[in-house]
């Protein structure tokens, strides 16, 4: 068996392409993927805790990326006085 760590990143690969291209869109997919798991959990059916840690992992990365490119675009195009 895996550690936790390797098996969630082994799930985030695993998911990863599935995702779509543009941020705007992984981050749809995600949500509906996490609503998704979310229901599990509170039904017991279906339930992968690992595939939902993996998911989480998947959003923070997209919501850190979208920070990252609202702030470089933000800086690209000030205007030196």
Known sequence: MHEPAEAIAAKVAAL??????????????????LRAERRAALTGI?????????????DAETVADMKKAAT????AFRIKT
């Open 16 to 33: 990863r392409p599935f995702l779509g291209h543009g941020t705007v869109e992984r981050r749809t997919r995600l949500a509906r993927l």
């Open 46 to 58: 279906g339930y992968d805790a690992t595939r939902h840690a993996a998911l989480r992992r998947l």
């Open 72 to 75: 470089g675009t933000a800086t």
